[in-house]
């Protein structure tokens, strides 16, 4: 497949959790930074984030939980982003990205997305008709020269990724908290295998490095196994 080169790079709980609980005004990025125990060593995901590639995946419906539809308008950085999305990200959410990004590539397979009435120089739409996820990163790479993508989606799509084999690492770092809760979103979520036949279908992963962070964080790099 010539596709780009793929890695998982999530923030996630000891027990695989990506979210504080199960509704969208629970999330990481507004909790942990309020909690004792967690706060002192979230910084370093954030300065690991930094150096990841400078193509990264996500969702609409993520960036509309985070708030991009209300956010004033960000400074540009140097990073391209590619967002699938429906129905969550409004005009302004779309003005967004197209300042924050070098490049902004929004995925979707809706005519009336509020994407089609911005003009941005820096703003690619791919259509389909039906989400083709592997088609779309043969385009990413093909017409828009995406060598390396981060994938930092939820656990639905990060599913998608999974289950179609198109995941080349995982860069996870680890907080020093259980969640809980079987309705939280996890790093991996999406529809569950019920055969043997379909154990292909699972992410066999080769441990590359292991590092223990400050206050108690980990980072756990691994290599899909292919």
């Not at 985070?66 to 999305?85: A, I, R, W, Y």
């Not at 779309?94 to 300042?99: A, L, P």
């Not at 911005?118 to 060598?147: H, M, P, R, S, T």
């Not at 908290?177 to 379909?198: F, H, P, Q, R």
């Amino acid at each position: 497949m010539n596709i780009p080169v793929t890695t998982l790079f999530m923030l996630m709980s000891v027990d695989g959790k990506i979210s504080t609980g199960s509704t969208d005004n629970m999330d990481v990025d507004r909790d942990f930074p309020e909690m004792e125990g967690l706060k002192e060593g979230l910084h370093q995901y954030y300065e690991i984030e930094q150096t990841t590639d400078l193509w990264s995946f996500n969702t609409g419906r993520v960036q509309e939980k985070m708030g991009v539809n209300e956010k004033p308008m960000p400074p540009k950085t140097p990073v391209s982003f590619v967002l699938f999305d429906n129905s969550h990200l409004t005009e302004h959410g779309i003005k967004y990205f197209c300042e924050l990004s070098k490049r902004f590539v929004l995925i979707t397979t809706n005519w009336e997305h509020p994407a089609f009435k911005v003009k941005a120089d820096n703003l690619e739409i791919i259509f389909q008709e039906n989400f083709f996820l592997e088609k779309a990163l043969v385009d990413l790479k093909e017409k828009y020269g995406c060598e390396r993508l981060t994938v930092q989606s939820g656990g639905t799509m990060n599913g998608m990724f999974l289950r179609n084999g198109l995941f080349d690492f995982v860069d996870i770092v680890v907080a020093p908290v259980l969640i809980g809760g079987k309705n939280t979103a996890t790093l991996i979520d999406g529809d569950s295998i019920t055969t043997k036949e379909e154990l292909g279908k699972l992410g066999i992963l080769r441990l590359t490095s292991c590092e223990k962070l400050e206050d108690s964080y980990l980072r756990l790099k691994y290599e899909v196994v292919k």
